[in-house]
């Protein structure tokens, strides 16, 4: 595990999604796996797809429950508001303190950033209140194979096919700004500063940019695979 980390060290704010902590000695993936009660094969689909951005398994994962996939999105979603995004924010606050003259174009990227903010809150919101209940109730009445006219109504008010119309693409409104920050911001007073924040800002749009795959592309089609085999066995009679 050392080994792994040692060369794919963006695998650290990973591991701890896992609640995996550091000073495992010589443990082999596998046994830390095991001491943190991990399944270790969908630790490792994840973790390939941060070191190879290519690598979308989506026939490997979908062996996988929608608990699984959830529990994960969960915790990355924590990590999202709780840690990467507040600090994110600080460094631009210290940024603009920097800055004495009141640079119109670095208020610009302070007030980007808070709407920002605001929108990925209400992304994530939408997720947690209203998709991952919806999807390990659907997940259950699969594993059950009973169809129920409480199922039936669910799918038919708010389907996963409507969520996934409305998920909405937060990781290419970064890029965005990790543009106007190259491209427009005057050389800041503080050169690390501000290097900081963009390599935080490459970093965050990495990470979302593998959690909206593991959302679009295996567990929408998982969940919709087990809608339409419930709606399969409904007979409303
Ligand atoms: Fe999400
Ligand atoms: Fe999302």
Known sequence: MADVLIHNYT??????????????????????CADANVNVDFFLEI?????????IPQKELNSFPVSLIVQYLKKTHLYYLNEKIPEIEKH???????????????????????????????HINREEITVHPYVLEIEEAFYKNTMTKAV??????????????????????????????????????SVGLCNTILTELFSLEKDLNIHAALEDKVLIPKVAAMEEKLLSLYNPS
């Open 11 to 32: 695998l650290l704010p990973v591991i701890s999604r896992f609640n995996i902590k550091l000073g495992f000695g010589d443990k082999t993936v596998k046994e830390v």
């Open 47 to 55: 973790t390939n797809s941060f070191i190879d951005e290519d690598y």
């Open 92 to 122: 631009i606050h210290l940024m603009l303190a920097e800055e004495t003259k009141a640079n119109e174009k670095y208020k610009l990227v302070e007030n980007f950033f808070i709407e920002y903010i605001k929108e990925i809150t209400t």
């Open 152 to 189: 039936y109504d669910k799918i038919n008010s708010y389907s996963i096919n409507d969520y996934a119309s409305e998920h909405d693409n937060i990781e290419e409104k970064l890029f965005d700004l990790i543009n106007i920050i190259i491209k427009y911001l005057p050389q800041a007073k």
